[in-house]
């Protein structure tokens, strides 16, 4: 059963980058037909979606957030990994990785997902 | 772009049906994914490609989707199904992961 946990710093200051690596255990980040993707939600609000990510290395993202995030993957260690450049309050949220199920019909879902990690960025 | 739409919250009795909507434009012609989010925990699959259950998910929980307009639907409603809940879909035009903004489900 797929196991996905968050890591990185807690605390970001203003116009600095974030960065969160997130371990995939219980079954390879190579396999088949699965994205790595993450989802962040501000303190009391709603999810949105940031960006998924191939094995292979192909990516797409939200397009509000494309010209600051780059999602990556290393395979020899089984993780996939978010930054997020010239961060401001506005960035400060709870940061979730998933497994983004894809299919050839064009749809997707995210299950299961790792248990959070919050960010704040503050000076 | 694409946006999905949910009511801020819904109320119901414990042993009522509670429906949940969710709509977007032509989102019958998209597939639809539920969440259920209770408070400081993660989200987790309850429905999938519009009706399917994940393992694990009890039959209560049923979903629907057509014209503009996806439902969660849970049937014989508990107190352990209060919760934040969320849909999703995926804009295949432009390949963009689209969430509603969430319902809170009270059960009264």
């Known amino acids: 059963q797929l196991q996905l946990q968050e890591s990185g710093p807690g605390l970001v200051k203003p116009s600095e980058t974030l960065s969160l690596t997130c371990t995939v255990s219980?079954?390879?980040?190579?396999?088949?037909?699965?994205?790595w993707g993450w989802i962040r939600q501000p303190p009391g609000k709603g999810l949105e979606w940031i960006g998924s990510?191939?094995?292979?290395?192909?990516?797409y993202y939200n397009p509000s957030l494309q010209s600051r995030v780059t999602i990556s993957v290393d395979t020899s260690k089984n993780q996939f990994s978010l930054k997020v450049i010239s961060v401001t309050a506005a960035d400060t949220a709870v940061y979730y990785c998933?497994?983004?199920?894809?299919?050839?019909?064009?749809?997707?879902?995210?299950?299961?997902w790792g248990q959070g990690t919050l960010v704040t960025v503050s000076s | 772009s694409f946006e999905l739409t949910q009511p801020p919250s819904v109320s119901v009795s414990p042993g009522q049906t509670a429906s949940i909507t969710c709509s977007g434009d032509?989102?019958?012609?998209?597939?639809a994914c539920w969440y259920q989010q209770k408070p400081g925990q993660s989200p987790v699959l309850v429905i999938y490609?519009?009706?399917k259950r994940p393992s694990g998910i009890p039959e209560r929980f049923s979903g629907s989707n057509s014209g503009n307009t996806a439902t969660l639907t849970i049937s014989g409603t508990q107190a352990m199904d209060e919760a934040d809940y969320y849909c999703?879909?995926?804009?295949?035009?432009?390949?963009?992961?689209?969430f509603g903004g969430g319902t809170r489900l009270t059960v009264l």
């Open positions: 998933a497994t983004d199920t894809q299919t050839a019909a064009g749809n997707n879902w995210f299950d299961p």
């Open positions: 219980g079954g390879s980040i190579s396999s088949p037909g699965y994205y």
């Open positions: 990510i191939y094995y292979t290395g192909s990516a």
């Open positions: 032509k989102l019958g012609d998209k597939y």
């Open positions: 490609e519009d009706n």
């Open positions: 999703q879909a995926w804009d295949s035009g432009t390949t963009y992961v689209v």
